[in-house]
């Protein structure tokens, strides 16, 4: 099973009373096999052509509903399990995604894992067994807030992270990362063949709006919780970041499971993209409620004829 995407189709998505957003897939995919440069490539501030925020977010609404349609007919159908990727550098809006595109999921069909530094215990294991732990059943949607994909992104930025895992040899180098990029298609590939989809969003947030929301989160009280110290000393690294970033969606979009770019300047667009993309796929799996057979039907006549005359 495999998400085959066309990059030149084009996305319409009717918004409010005012048209449509309009854009090519390829916007905001990166082509597998084809290389990108993420400056070049993606624009953080890209809204195909469209500024009616209140008309996408009455959109984003009627996506909850759509996904939690479509979420009751992969819970039933018991066929396929659905894991959603989200990575993106600090305050690109990851949570606020998760909580507002989800909102409508039946909570018994979804579970959030969030990534944090790895424990002793992890840090024992191989770098994909705490993600492998975390993976969704068939017929439940998994959310991975970060994932095992930081283990080419801090992992490879931090070289102080890779000497916690205590590997064998000299780890690091051009090749050990070649090496961890093939390992994770690998894991991908498996996943989807065994009815588990990939879906993987890298939320694009420029470093101009990054300082934007740090500020808002220092000057606004309500929002001092959210301001953490290590997220701005992260801050020092954006280039270095970028780079790993770039390398992360050269070396692992793939044909079964691609990188969606989010453009994430502005919430109203990427949450409107990523309740769209998350739909759309959805859609691809042919989702339908088991058929009922005759004789299960004639037991629940029967059922039903005894409740009445009870």
């Known amino acids: 099973m495999k998400i085959n995407f066309d990059p030149d189709r084009k996305i319409k998505i009717p918004v409010g009373d005012k048209g449509k957003v309009e854009f090519k897939l390829g916007d905001v995919m990166v082509v597998p096999d084809r290389k990108i440069s993420l400056k070049k490539d993606f ?153 588990i989809v990939v879906i993987k969003f890298f939320l694009n947030l420029s470093k101009k709006e990054q300082k934007k929301r740090f500020l808002a989160r220092i000057d606004e009280p309500d929002k001092n919780w959210k301001f953490s110290v290590a997220d701005y000393e992260e801050r020092a690294h954006w280039d270095g970041y970028q780079e790993v970033f770039e390398d992360m969606l050269n070396h692992t979009s793939t044909k079964h499971a691609p990188w969606f770019v989010v453009p994430s300047d502005n919430k109203w667009f990427a949450r409107l993209a990523i309740s769209e993309t998350i739909c759309l796929v959805l859609e691809r799996l042919d989702l339908k409620f088991p058929e009922t057979s005759d004789e299960k039907k004639a037991e629940l006549q029967r059922i039903r004829e005894e409740m009445l005359n009870e």
């Open 43 to 195: 624009d953080p501030d890209f809204t195909g052509g469209f500024d009616d925020k209140e008309g996408a977010l009455e959109k984003v609404a009627a996506n909850v509903q759509r996904l939690s349609e479509l979420q009751e007919k992969l819970y039933a159908q018991d066929v396929y399990g659905v894991l959603v990727i989200f990575q993106a550098i600090d305050a690109a809006g990851k949570d606020g995604a998760i909580r507002h595109v989800m909102s409508g999921i039946n909570p018994q069909g979804c579970h959030v894992t969030s990534f944090k530094s790895p424990s002793s215990e992890e840090l024992d294991h191989d770098y994909l067994w705490r993600a492998a732990k975390a993976l969704p059943a068939r017929g439940m949607i998994g959310i991975f807030n970060r994932s095992y994909y930081e283990e080419v992104l801090a992992v490879k930025l931090h070289p102080e992270f890779l000497a916690k895992q205590k590997l064998p040899g000299k780890p690091g180098g051009k090749a050990f990362w070649e090496r961890r990029y093939k390992e994770i298609n690998r894991f991908e590939k498996y996943l989807t063949a065994n009815g």
